[in-house]
């Protein structure tokens, strides 16, 4: 019944009302930060960010270095808030399924927190694999519980925080490799306190 919801319509709603920057959201500093350790000795010049919410983290690779960045979500507003934020970022409204670029054309592509909200995670990691030259990270709820609601509204049912998979090690590791990218590290997110 989910599946034929109106997810770009649920994610420009959403995006109206929440923000992904650290200044609302505390839980996106983390999420960057774990990016950034995932990445800190990696060597890339080009990045994408795909299901980059209002672009804080396509806005942190440019400070690590990188002189060319892209972010895609399906969100209007929270791309035109990214687009304002930060004009030097290339931002599209698009899937992670149906990436709008040619093979190869961004050393470094990432996926946070993303994956689980998409009803074909194999295809936008055949995407990812596609458009990436060098790397892809990708991070998930660890074992995120799938909770069904019925809206208060429309009466209908959804998933919560529309989350329609979970992941643990196996899973999206077996997904990674069977869309054709190799694992170097895969384990549970771990906040980090310096």
């Not at 959201?25 to 774990?34: G, Q, S």
């Not at 060597?43 to 994408?48: H, M, V």
Request: with cysteine; glycine share 6%; proline share 6%.
């Amino acid at each position: 019944m989910t599946q034929s919801l109106d997810w770009r319509g649920y994610y420009d709603r959403e995006g109206e009302t929440k923000t992904f920057h650290p200044e609302v959201d505390p839980a996106e500093r983390m999420r960057v930060d774990f990016v950034r350790r995932m990445t800190r000795n990696l060597d890339f010049a080009s990045a994408l960010d795909a299901g980059c919410g209002n672009g804080f983290l396509a806005s942190r690779y440019l400070e690590w270095g990188a002189t060319r960045v892209a972010g895609i979500d399906f969100s209007r507003p929270r791309l035109a808030d990214g687009s304002a934020r930060y004009p030097a970022i290339r931002f599209s409204r698009a899937s992670a399924t149906s990436l709008p670029f040619a093979d190869k054309s961004f050393e470094l592509v990432s996926l946070v927190e993303v994956l689980e909200h998409l009803p074909e995670p194999r295809l936008a990691l055949r995407e990812l694999a596609r458009v990436a030259s060098r790397y892809v990270v990708v991070s998930v709820p660890y074992r995120g519980k799938i909770l069904e609601i019925t809206c208060p509204h429309c009466l209908k049912d959804f998933h919560f925080d529309g989350h329609i998979h979970s992941f643990d090690e196996d899973k999206l590791s077996g997904l990674a490799r069977e869309s054709g990218l190799r694992v170097h590290f895969i384990g549970p997110y771990l906040p980090y306190y310096p």
